[in-house]
């Protein structure tokens, strides 16, 4: 039996794991959803201090008293799940990277989007310290697999990102510690993926090291909702 520590992505909390926590738990596995500061039923926790090391502690704060942890991160939670598994190796079975992999140092999650996108996070924000939900629309890969209750889900639960886990980035150490890392992918196909890793592409060096095995659950960006026991089965 495994130790799950299950990280959402930006504007989610715990309750995005629910239907994999439950195939899990009746596999008879410990897992530990986690809803991070200032998020879901914790947003009332929100403030201009809010950001990476605020979440990282949160992760840590969620593996009290585990070891040999399968530690899952989703999207945009790359960042802090990444400088846990940095830091922390010795707590750590594995680390799994749901349609999402570890920046390169000094990289925030901002950064890995286009100028547009970024400029029009930035206006949106201005002086504050949350990056509002997006209107989830449906039509794009992102949403394949999704019904529109899942959608709705979504837009109903969904809360306001902070500021400082979209701009803060983590400095990476020269050694990576070699603990066994896996990623599901899901709305990119892993034939493209392995392209970008033998072409050498600066954002996919952190992938193109030995420990790291790679696996398709083709869906959209959320498999924890449009095919959690096929994901709960992956992991």
Request: proline content about 9%; overall charge negative.
């Amino acid at each position: 039996m495994a130790n799950y520590v299950l990280i959402p992505g930006f504007w989610l909390g715990a309750w995005v794991w629910d239907g994999v926590a439950k195939e899990l738990r009746e596999a008879g596995h410990e897992v530990r959803p986690v809803t991070l500061t200032g998020l879901a039923e914790r947003a009332g926790e929100l403030s201009a201090e809010v950001g990476i090391e605020t979440h990282i502690a949160d992760i840590l704060a969620a593996m009290d008293g585990l070891d040999d942890v399968v530690l899952v991160g989703h999207s945009g939670a790359n960042v802090p799940v990444t400088a846990v598994a940095d830091r922390h190796p010795e707590r750590l079975r594995r680390v799994v990277y749901v349609d999402t992999a570890p920046l390169p140092s000094g990289m925030a999650v901002i950064d890995f989007n286009d100028p547009d996108t970024q400029k029009a996070w930035r206006t949106q924000v201005g002086d504050g310290y949350a990056l509002d939900v997006p209107h989830f629309e449906q039509g794009d890969g992102q949403f394949a697999g999704l019904t529109d209750e899942h959608v709705a889900l979504i837009r109903a639960k969904a809360t306001p990102e902070p500021w400082g886990a979209v701009i803060q980035s983590i400095l990476r150490p020269e050694q990576i510690p070699t603990t066994p890392k896996t990623m599901i992918t899901s709305t990119m196909p892993l034939a493209v993926i392995r392209q970008l890793i033998d072409s050498g592409n600066p954002l996919f060096a952190p992938i193109a090291s030995p420990e790291w095995t790679f696996t398709e659950l083709p869906t959209g960006h959320w498999p924890m909702l449009s095919r959690p026991a096929d994901l709960a089965a992956l992991l």
